[in-house]
């Protein structure tokens, strides 16, 4: 059970659902104009090659913008199903609480400071033996 009071909890459930909301509507809005707008009538409306890569920069970002926002949206579903279920500010590996400053910077932090670092340590190679 995590050390956070029902008040830390209600503000971090208003704040998650507001960013939530926020976000659905600019996925909503990118993927309506990608819709409108694809990359074969960008490169239809330049006439040179640096315009038509300058067309498919801008397809390409509008893609990578709606994929980095809908992986923070399932963050953000699942840090209110951890409030929802009373795991909400409790260390997904080690039970421990998060930091309130923690989840103040970060709200859909799932780890503490020392697992998630651990975490990172581990997928970036750190702690892997090296070859040649």
Do not use: W
């Not at 600019?26 to 090659?49: F, P």
């Not at 994929?67 to 997904?92: F, H, P, T």
């Amino acid at each position: 059970m995590s050390q956070l009071s029902k008040r830390d909890l209600a503000r971090f459930k208003i704040r998650l659902e507001k960013r939530r909301e926020v976000l659905r509507e600019n996925i909503r809005a990118a993927l309506t104009n990608v819709e409108q707008e694809s990359y074969a009538e960008l490169a239809g409306q330049v006439h040179t090659a640096s315009d038509e890569s300058f067309a498919a920069l801008l397809t390409d970002m509008n893609i990578s913008v709606v994929r980095k926002e809908s992986i923070e949206l399932q963050d953000i579903e699942a840090a209110l199903q951890r409030i929802g279920n009373g795991g909400y500010g409790v260390c997904i590996d080690c039970g421990g609480d998060i930091a309130v400053g923690r989840l103040e910077i970060y709200p859909t932090a799932k780890r503490c400071m020392v697992c998630q670092a651990r975490q990172e340590n581990v997928r970036g190679g750190k702690d892997a033996t090296p070859s040649l």
